[in-house]
């Protein structure tokens, strides 16, 4: 029956629909017929778009063969499905409740320590968390706390928080590592890591929503792994509908391990039509958990008035200083306190860390800027 479906599918060509009309809005459009039927309805809540689809199935490629994604239409849909065991949250495992450290407002990424001879520190610094393995084996790069320092031009003993959120590749290589995940992270705890943001599996619109379930699933269990292994983690709740976020709404209000969210307003939820729908999805996801909830994020910056209040503690992973210093640019307010980027010019093998300094600078004011005064009253307290 399963190949009968898939035959008659890869004879139809794959539905073309912007991006747009594919946009989850459950206030304005009644969900899909086909969904009615769907044995996945539960968990994903439907299919709520301004496009005529009968159901989400419409977006399949119609290539089962050559693609890879868990979809009904693919053979192997199964196997998938059984690499997370089922779409529902409530079966990713239990974790401890970890202590946190305490984290600053403003945490710059660095990608590298290039260019720089003066050592980062002691405030936090944000490395990725990709860097971290060798992409075919899996395997750890430092053998130490101070080799990770030297590699990264930052002092030993800085607060390392990894940031997990990266491109698609990247990604699928930490979940293809299966069995090596929890290896990876106790070796990274022994590295000095004493925080991280977990794998930002993509969501997308323009696919059938089982690549959704299988995306939400996968965060769950890797945040779990994180905690299990010792690494105080911040889940990334990824979604792209109003439902997807309710059941991360009931799933952070069911999990007192959760004491941290994350979130990136970079890509596409940092569509200007969709990041305020965004942001107030996530402050639901706050909301409900019915408890003090602190937030990771990365861009949004427009956004931090509105977000920050439903947070007990808000800390800004910026990527503005770093690269915009090895592009060599130095930063400038504008009137409304922003900042803005002018040419600045290096000899040939000059040191950047003076540049860096002042970017750094300019960014965290402008950020800090942006936060409501109870967060301000807070950074004013720990300096």
């Given at each position: 029956?399963?190949?009968e479906?898939?035959?008659?599918?890869?004879?139809?060509?794959?539905?073309?629909?912007?991006?747009?009309?594919?946009?989850?809005?459950?206030?304005?459009?009644?969900?899909?017929?086909?969904?009615v039927?769907?044995?996945?309805l539960?968990v994903?809540?439907?299919?709520?778009?301004?496009?005529?689809?009968?159901?989400?199935?419409?977006?399949?490629?119609?290539?089962?063969?050559?693609?890879?994604?868990?979809?009904?239409?693919n053979?192997?849909?199964?196997?998938?499905?059984?690499?997370?065991?089922?779409?529902?949250?409530?079966?990713?495992?239990?974790?401890?409740?970890?202590?946190?450290?305490?984290?600053?407002?403003?945490?710059p990424?660095?990608?590298?320590?290039?260019?720089?001879?003066q050592?980062?520190?002691?405030?936090?610094?944000?490395?990725?968390?990709?860097?971290?393995?060798?992409?075919?084996?899996?395997?750890?790069?430092?053998?130490?706390?101070?080799?990770?320092?030297?590699?990264?031009?930052?002092?030993?003993?800085?607060?390392?928080?990894?940031?997990?959120?990266?491109?698609?590749?990247?990604?699928?290589?930490?979940?293809?590592?299966?069995?090596?995940?929890?290896?990876?992270?106790?070796?990274?705890?022994?590295?000095?890591?004493?925080?991280?943001?977990?794998?930002?599996?993509?969501?997308?619109?323009?696919?059938?929503?089982?690549?959704?379930?299988?995306?939400?699933k996968?965060?769950?269990?890797?945040?779990?792994?994180?905690?299990?292994?010792?690494?105080?983690?911040?889940?990334?709740?990824?979604?792209?509908?109003?439902?997807?976020?309710?059941?991360?709404?009931?799933?952070?209000?069911?999990?007192?391990?959760?004491?941290?969210?994350?979130?990136?307003?970079?890509?596409?939820?940092?569509r200007?039509?969709?990041?305020?729908?965004?942001?107030?999805?996530?402050?639901?996801?706050?909301?409900?958990?019915?408890?003090?909830?602190?937030?990771?994020?990365?861009?949004?910056?427009?956004?931090?008035?509105?977000?920050?209040?439903?947070?007990?503690?808000?800390?800004?992973?910026?990527?503005?200083?770093?690269?915009?210093?090895?592009?060599?640019?130095?930063?400038?307010?504008?009137?409304?306190?922003?900042?803005?980027?002018?040419?600045?010019?290096?000899?040939?093998?000059?040191?950047?860390?003076?540049?860096?300094?002042?970017?750094?600078?300019?960014?965290?004011?402008?950020?800090?800027?942006?936060?409501?005064?109870?967060?301000?009253?807070?950074?004013?307290?720990a300096?």
């Amino acid at each position: 029956m399963l190949k009968e479906h898939v035959t008659r599918a890869s004879a139809l060509p794959p539905m073309r629909v912007p991006e747009h009309r594919l946009w989850q809005d459950e206030q304005h459009h009644p969900c899909s017929l086909g969904c009615v039927s769907c044995p996945e309805l539960r968990v994903c809540g439907g299919l709520s778009i301004e496009a005529g689809l009968m159901s989400c199935l419409d977006l399949c490629c119609r290539h089962p063969d050559s693609c890879d994604k868990p979809c009904r239409n693919n053979a192997d849909y199964a196997l998938r499905v059984r690499e997370v065991g089922t779409f529902a949250l409530d079966s990713v495992p239990r974790a401890a409740v970890l202590e946190a450290p305490t984290l600053p407002p403003v945490v710059p990424v660095l990608f590298h320590g290039k260019r720089r001879m003066q050592r980062f520190g002691p405030d936090s610094v944000a490395l990725p968390l990709y860097a971290m393995f060798g992409r075919r084996d899996g395997r750890v790069r430092f053998e130490s706390h101070e080799a990770l320092c030297a590699e990264y031009c930052i002092a030993a003993g800085t607060q390392i928080i990894l940031t997990g959120t990266d491109k698609d590749p990247p990604l699928e290589r930490w979940w293809g590592y299966e069995g090596q995940r929890r290896d990876i992270i106790r070796a990274l705890k022994e590295l000095g890591v004493a925080f991280s943001t977990t794998p930002n599996f993509s969501l997308f619109v323009d696919v059938p929503r089982h690549v959704d379930l299988h995306a939400i699933k996968r965060i769950g269990l890797v945040h779990e792994e994180f905690l299990a292994e010792g690494i105080p983690t911040a889940l990334h709740v990824n979604g792209r509908s109003e439902a997807d976020f309710r059941r991360w709404g009931a799933y952070v209000r069911a999990r007192p391990e959760v004491t941290h969210l994350a979130y990136e307003f970079a890509t596409g939820t940092g569509r200007a039509a969709r990041r305020e729908l965004h942001a107030e999805w996530l402050m639901r996801v706050a909301k409900d958990a019915g408890r003090p909830i602190n937030l990771v994020v990365r861009g949004g910056i427009d956004l931090l008035p509105r977000l920050a209040p439903a947070f007990d503690q808000v800390t800004v992973l910026e990527t503005w200083s770093f690269m915009k210093t090895v592009n060599r640019q130095r930063a400038v307010f504008r009137a409304d306190g922003s900042p803005r980027w002018r040419r600045a010019p290096s000899a040939a093998g000059e040191p950047l860390d003076a540049l860096f300094a002042a970017n750094r600078a300019v960014v965290r004011q402008w950020v800090e800027g942006r936060l409501p005064p109870r967060i301000r009253e807070i950074v004013d307290a720990a300096e």
